[in-house]
């Protein structure tokens, strides 16, 4: 079975530009939650949809959105990227209802994003 | 408020070493903890999964214990070995109406020959 995917696996921008990101889910899975990830923050969460409705938000302004399609595919957009914003993206996908629930989330490799 | 902290920061040990991490939690109401293993440049893996009414959970050479009572968990690895060096990221699921998932910051373990 193949795992989490993400692309693109590397990007750098710059400032004021806008990217989007990609995930595809483990088959059959239809929760996908998205992460950003920094050295001094760590792990925080941003969204989880499941069956192309979102269910959960973190404390993100809204340049960060996402949506899920069909078929559970995922995608990020960062609008008006900033510094700050240079961080490694997790997607991870789960095959129950939420992201707090007891079922196993599996991470992808993640998308490194740097911004200058 | 909710909140999830690791001890230590980072650790050093010698290959073939025991080493307990350690987990602490404020969050309410609890639904289950859990413990990922991330290598540098990768996403975590998960290692376990506990819900309130399990003390011990054991995956290999990693044991995780949970005391729901004073809000702690910890994961102890024996006979460590040169591919355990990674982040150990303690995760507590918040339960009730909006599931959500409280991440600690990470112990980052080193393993030296």
């Known amino acids: 079975k193949a795992g989490v995917t993400q692309t693109p696996r590397y990007l750098i921008k710059t400032r004021g530009q806008q990217v989007t990101l990609s995930c595809s889910p483990i088959?059959?899975?239809?929760?996908v939650s998205w992460y950003q990830q920094t050295p001094g923050q760590g792990l925080q969460f941003l969204f989880e949809?499941?069956?192309?409705?979102?269910?959960n938000k973190g404390n993100f302004p809204g340049r960060f959105s996402g949506r899920q399609f069909s078929n559970s595919r995922s995608e990020m957009n960062v609008s008006t990227l900033e510094l700050g914003d240079s961080a490694l993206y997790l997607c991870?996908?789960?095959?129950?209802?939420?992201?707090?629930?007891?079922?196993?989330?599996?991470f992808g490799p993640g998308t490194r994003l740097t911004v200058t | 408020k909710n909140q999830v902290e690791q001890s230590p920061q980072s650790l050093i040990i010698l290959e073939g070493k025991n080493c307990t991490l350690q987990?602490?939690?404020?969050?309410?109401?609890?639904?289950?903890l859990r413990w990922y293993k991330q290598d540098t440049g990768r996403g975590p893996v998960s290692l376990t999964i506990?819900?309130?009414?399990?003390n011990t959970k054991s995956n290999g050479r990693y044991t995780a214990t949970l005391d729901a009572d004073t809000k702690q968990s910890s994961l102890h690895i024996t006979a460590s070995q040169l591919s355990d060096s990674a982040s150990y990221i303690c995760?507590?699921?918040?339960?009730?109406?909006?599931?959500?998932?409280?991440f600690g910051t990470g112990t980052l373990l080193a393993v030296q020959p």
């Open positions: 991870a996908s789960s095959a129950g209802g939420t992201s707090g629930s007891v079922f196993e989330q599996y």
């Open positions: 506990m819900t309130f009414s399990e």
């Open positions: 088959s059959g899975h239809r929760s």
């Open positions: 949809y499941f069956s192309e409705t979102q269910r």
């Open positions: 987990c602490n939690y404020t969050v309410s109401p609890f639904s289950n």
């Open positions: 995760v507590v699921s918040r339960g009730g109406a909006t599931n959500k998932l409280i």
